[in-house]
């Protein structure tokens, strides 16, 4: 990078926290509450993401210095055209990895970069297949982690993930929540 920036992540996920520290890029953590995440509902799957990451970077604008570079991101999960959110109860979160059990899904993942002077945004997709899950492996999943904060009611990394995903084309680091490769790659060459 050729301009030393104070970095801030506009969000409270820790996995997001985790993997930009895995940078080794000094940040530090700045959330807003009530930041819009609406979409037009006209918009195509693939492009939510990033518009949504794009609204939470305008709502930051004013707050960040000559030297800050602000990080935005969203993610979401889509099955066969349609955008698979956090679930509202473990019902729901029961309902969606039933959904995706013995499929092949895509995780997006919006990130915009902010600075007083540019902004610049992209999105990483990465294709996801699950095995065929059985009732007890996603009741257990369900009733023994938190998947209500995630997107299509799973972690990549946590049990589920590791029983489950048979397959994946693109960035692992990408499902969790942030393609840090991608970004770092941005960084280098936009900043």
Same mark, same amino acid.
Do not use: S
């Given at each position: 990078m050729k301009k030393k920036y104070n970095f801030i992540l506009a969000s409270n996920s820790p996995r997001r926290k985790e993997l930009l520290a895995g940078l080794d890029i000094p940040f530090e953590v700045k959330v807003l509450d009530g930041v819009d995440e609406s979409f037009p509902h006209n918009l195509e799957a693939e492009k939510v993401s990033e518009y949504i990451s794009v609204e939470k970077a305008a709502a930051y604008r004013d707050? !960040? =210095? /000559? /030297? /800050? *570079? &602000? !990080? +935005?991101a969203d993610t979401v999960v889509i099955l066969d055209g349609e955008i698979m959110g956090k679930p509202r109860d473990e019902h729901d979160a029961k309902l969606m990895l039933s959904r995706l059990s013995g499929h092949t899904? *895509? @995780? +997006? +993942? =919006? @990130?915009? &970069?902010t600075t007083t002077h540019r902004q610049h945004h992209f999105s990483v997709s990465t294709k996801v297949t699950f095995k065929q899950l059985s009732e007890s492996e996603i009741n257990y999943y369900v009733e023994h982690y938190k998947p209500m904060d995630k997107a299509g009611a799973y972690g990549i990394q946590e049990w589920i993930g590791y029983i489950g995903v048979t397959g994946i084309e693109g960035s692992y680091f990408n499902v969790m929540g942030l393609p840090v490769q991608r970004i770092y790659q941005e960084l280098s060459e936009n900043f």
């Open positions: 707050r !960040i =210095g /000559d /030297d /800050d *570079l &602000l !990080i +935005t899904h *895509l @995780v +997006t +993942t =919006g @990130v915009c &970069l």
